[in-house]
Nanobody, 115 residues
């Protein structure tokens, strides 16, 4: 029902910024909760940020004040603005859409924070 494609990852120096985007195809995008997760090598996939339908957003503590999740329902996109990046932010970042029991994942995009 929903297909998600992430883009915008890459290599950035510590303190730099990246903007990730997630483009959705399907119906009723405005009813889905959109979220970003990440998975570093050797670690579990972890929650990063979530945007509920409407205006509410949530963040994991380690990214609060640095990352911003946003959504554009008209364009069926979700974005993650990542500022003040740290080496520990290095991971594959995944976009997620969820509506009740229905959950969808993108293919992931690599973010590497290094000198």
């Amino acid at each position: 029902q929903v297909q998600l494609v992430e883009s915008g990852g890459g290599l950035v120096q510590p303190g730099g910024s990246l903007r990730l985007s997630c483009t959705a195809s399907g119906s009723d995008f405005n009813l889905y909760t959109m979220a970003w997760f990440r998975q570093a090598p050797g670690k579990q996939r972890e929650f990063v940020a979530r945007a509920l339908p409407g205006t509410f957003t949530f963040y994991t503590d380690s990214v609060k004040g640095r990352f911003t999740i946003s959504r554009d329902d008209a364009k069926q996109t979700a974005a993650l603005q990542m500022n003040s990046l740290r080496p520990e932010d290095t991971a594959v970042y995944y976009c997620q859409a969820q509506w009740g029991a229905d959950i969808y994942w993108g293919q992931g995009t690599q973010v590497t924070v290094s000198t």
